[in-house]
């Protein structure tokens, strides 16, 4: 068999392989938009939940995964900014540096119950934060930090040295030079990455669970250090722990949760581009 | 002629590799000091070692002193030494903002907000540059639009902003034309009245037309420091003469 | 010009400190787990955990057998692995190497998308339409079974083994590339013979992260997996990880109490092994 023939054949079977992978995709999203469509409408997203979550909507899930999503910004935005900051522009070449890397590599391996654990551990019983929004907000904000900081790092390093060089030269100070002269050319990396590493905070069940998450509340949560509903808990339970839901209901959940996420995904993707093409260098 | 700079044994290196070796040489107030040398001669190191630069890489080692009007530099804070030592690069490096914005960059970062003060200092610095005619009616627009001999003089005007003693120059000609070439070189002998100015060229004809005196650098060594005049006619090394007359470098 | 100094010390010193809080919640999370785990080994011996094959948490005699949940995880883990790791790896090659420029933009959009659905909702996937359709297919008395949970994991860790596959292949340099067409390759065995092995190291490391990924996955595997942490002979039963068992056992206990220690233990040996995979994924990908 001539090397020609070889190849046609291995292409082609790479591309079955690859479509057997992209159908399931296609076929789940359809699968999930056909089936809950039904239930959206104005009525099941400003609603709460009646009759044990059987009827009515979905509101105050989505008002507890929003809050998680500010909350967890408002803890893992300027660490993780502040880390990246030293990692680029203070840290020098030595061990504790690569311990620092290391850390962060774990970090981004933890399962997501070990966060669920540890989060419980230190916020809700250690620190006596009790399930709130606090906690979990704190334990989601750890869970981020990677992403904000791989992402700013990035920003950072795609700045050009010579802007550095510039401003020193002028006489301004290390911190001046970052203040004005680096960080206003990254935010648009750093803003793209937060919106990512939201968009997957607000999808995360597990390091919820025993830091926040509540089955059923009869009100919004008042202060932070009260329990919340969330839409992806909310899944969860009515899909396990809801006998006969209905179809509409569960379906229509799920349309929501994936509706936030890649709408949050598609904004990071679009700021991305944006920020790509107005290319300042 | 009151002296300015002054080093002293001052030698320097990258990792192992020695970059400049002993050098003793003094700068006078007001004049504009050329420095010659083939390509990797550390003339640029050494010009750098004056405002510290060269210490944003790691592997960077000094030996020696430098002295700024008899004050050891090491004991100035690096942004303050920057102030008063500005330095042009060789290629024009503008920031992707508005051509005022460049100049205004470095008097904001030294506290200077009011606005009517620091429209002063850019039309100052512009005109000191040859600029200002070209530019006062498109202050706003970004920077990179210009020219290269247009950046280049917006660089000098940046540096002249931020009002230092010495100024720097990293061969800020190589890539301009000759016209930006010959506005450059009459802002600088403008500006030899009130600053002290080190010029690092590869082109020997340049230094023989501004500066008074000139030094010739080889291989991170001096060999020869004299009056201009004097270095060109009649220079006591040979390898100076050999450098001057192009048979190498 | 004092005040400005001294802001600036603030700022610098709190960017400092963001460094070191980085290691220092790695530190935390690694001792909070085995404070509460060396509170369970002070009732329950160690050996008996690691080697114990019944998890009996709330029986009158309190069993807290690992082997059933670790094996569980392993068990799951390694057929989700032989599913993702082939489609995995072809598709990272179409992808980077055979698939024409506006259709590689559509397909590593796709696979964004598919790694960014909760897993939730993959798990929910797997109770209504995948647990009822392999019921049927295989003729179990439940579609809540190993099987069911490989089979979404494997889909959850394509987007890590494609994508970091996909930038190992597309790092082999141009010019070994060049050398090969040179010598009259054809474009599948310059792919497979020159690309493939100089990207090893990098896909080595994708897989590791993808196992690290799919053990550490809780929620596909707690809607899906059944709710039986014993041994099983088959992957078509119904099984028990880790990572299900602490999510869903954790709700239940009295704070602590044995079981509650247990299962931080349970947490402090996912946490040791995702660490060390992680580390040795780490290493794999900066051997050059």
Known sequence: ?281 | MVEIIKTKNLSAYFGEKCVLKNINIEVYKNEILGIIGPANSGKTTFLKALNRLNYLNPSYREEGEILLEGENIKKIKDNVLRKKIGIIFSLPQVLPISIYDNVAYGPKIHGIRKRSILDEIVEDALRKAYLWEEVKDRLKEPATKLSGGQQQRLCIARTLAIEPQIILYDEPCSGLDPISTAKIEEAMRELKKHYTQILVTNNTKQAARISQRCAFFLMGELIEINKTSILFTSPQNKLTDDYIRGKFG | MNLKTIKEKTIEFFIRISGFLIILFVILIFLFLLKDSLSFFKKYSFFKFLTGKMWLPISDNPQFGLLPLLLGSLYVTFFALIICVPLGVASAMFIAEVAPSPLRGILKSLVEILASIPSVVLGFIGIVALGPWIKKFFHLSTGLCGFTGSLLLAFMALPTIISISEDAINSVPKSVKEAAFGLGATRWQTLWRIILPHASSGIIAAIMLGIGRVIGETMVVMMVTGNSPVLVHSIFEPLRTMTATIASEMGETVRGSLHYFALFSVGLILFIITFIINFLADLFLHKK
């Open chain 1, 1 to 281: 068999m001539n090397a020609h023939l070889r190849e046609k054949i291995a292409f082609f079977i790479l591309g079955i392989v690859t479509l057997i992978v992209i159908l399931p995709i296609l076929g789940t999203l359809f699968y999930i938009l056909k089936n809950g469509i039904s239930a959206i409408n104005w009525e099941f997203l400003t609603q709460p939940p009646r009759n044990g979550m059987k009827e009515g909507g979905i509101f105050p899930a989505i008002v507890g995964t929003i809050y998680l999503i500010i909350g967890t910004m408002v803890f893992s935005l300027p660490l993780g900014v502040l880390s990246a900051i030293y990692l680029t522009e203070y840290a020098k070449d030595n061990f504790f540096t690569r311990l620092i890397k290391l850390a962060i590599v774990n970090l981004s391996g933890v399962p997501s119950i070990v966060y669920g654990l540890f989060g419980f551990a230190l916020f809700v019983i250690f620190l006596k934060f009790g399930t709130s929004i606090l906690a979990g907000s704190l334990t989601l904000a750890i869970m981020s930090l990677p992403v904000i900081i791989t992402a700013t790092k990035e920003a950072l390093e795609a700045v050009p040295q010579s802007f550095r060089e510039i401003s020193l030269s002028l006489g301004a100070t290390k911190w001046q030079t970052i203040r004005y002269c680096v960080l206003p050319y990254a935010w648009g990396g750093i803003l793209t990455g937060t919106i990512l590493s939201l968009s997957r905070a607000a999808g995360e069940t597990a390091p919820i669970l025993f830091t926040v998450a509540a089955f059923y509340l009869p009100y919004l949560p008042r202060s932070i250090f009260d329990q919340v509903m969330a839409l992806p808990y909310h899944l969860y339970a009515i899909s396990t722990q809801v006998p006969n839901i209905p179809k509409s209901i569960s379906f229509g959940t799920a349309l929501v949760l994936i509706g936030l996420v890649f709408i949050m995904n598609l904004i990071s993707s679009i700021l991305r581009a944006y920020f790509r093409r107005k290319k300042l260098w």
